[in-house]
């Protein structure tokens, strides 16, 4: 397994492709740590896992809250020793188009988004700094960097997670430390599962490949990042889309 002795955290870990990221890591033996601010669903996927046979601990924190995010990371490295992979996964929508949008949904989806990758970014380098080690995986999307109707804010997070990505590598890369993106497309997960039936047929239309993504093929890409196959790469973008945006 080539995750064994390795300590992977994954936010937004309660479900969706958080869960199957969590999943994949765990099935290569690393120990997986679950943060969300679902308490009961983070339980219920730790006990799934733990089933498997992987060593999953869930943590309840809302990562926009930083004394929260460096509650859990100080408490997964007393526990562990450390942190090798961080998975900011995290994300929420608020649709609207921006002359609808009301201020409090702009300022959740950028703070749940970009902020809360911010914040476990800063809580959790210093511990990678000093290991000379370290796997930053983003997830962004598809949409930040095509754009979509009536979803400015989600837009602007999941771009700016780009942004932020390259410019993390920069300052890291001397210190072992790879930070990169994953972008999806359309994965069939509970959050897109709330489309209208006309936007869910409408983004099947322009997606070569005809189908939806799976939660699991965002989650190997995150695997491939985190892997030692993956050592030379930082600053990157992959995209998981079917061929939606090229």
């Not at 994949?24 to 120990?31: C, F, I, R």
């Not at 020793?81 to 929420?92: E, Q, R, S, T, Y």
């Not at 009301?102 to 959740?108: A, F, H, V």
């Not at 989650?219 to 995209?239: E, P």
Request: glycine content about 8%; some cysteine; aromatic content about 6%.
């Amino acid at each position: 397994m080539i995750f064994s002795q390795k300590v992977s955290l994954v936010t937004g870990a309660s479900q969706g492709i958080g869960e199957a990221i969590a999943e994949e890591l765990g099935k290569e033996g690393a120990t997986v740590i679950l943060v969300d601010i679902q308490k009961d669903k983070l339980e219920q996927v730790a006990k799934r896992l733990s089933d498997q046979g992987i060593k999953a601990l869930p943590y309840e924190a809302d990562v926009t809250h930083f004394d929260q995010v460096c509650a859990v990371t100080e408490a997964v490295v007393k526990e562990l020793g450390k942190i090798d992979h961080l998975v900011n996964n995290a994300g929420i929508t608020r649709d609207s188009l921006l002359l609808r949008m009301k201020e409090e949904d702009w300022d959740l989806v950028l703070a749940v988004n970009l902020k809360g990758a911010f914040n476990f970014s800063r809580a959790v380098l210093k511990h990678m700094i000093s290991a000379r080690y370290g796997r930053i995986v983003n997830i962004s999307s598809v949409v930040g960097l095509m754009g979509n109707f009536g979803q400015t804010n989600y837009a602007a997070s999941k771009a700016g997670l780009i942004g932020f990505s390259k410019s993390l590598a920069r300052e890291v890369a001397a210190r072992g430390i790879t930070v990169n993106c994953v972008a999806p497309g359309y994965i069939a997960t509970p959050m897109t599962e709330k489309l209208p039936d006309e936007v869910k047929k409408a983004f099947l239309e322009i997606i070569p490949m005809k189908r939806f993504g799976l939660p699991v093929e965002v989650a190997r890409a995150v695997k491939f990042l985190c892997s030692d196959d993956a050592a030379y790469i930082t600053g990157q973008v992959i995209n998981v889309n079917g061929g939606m945006y090229m």
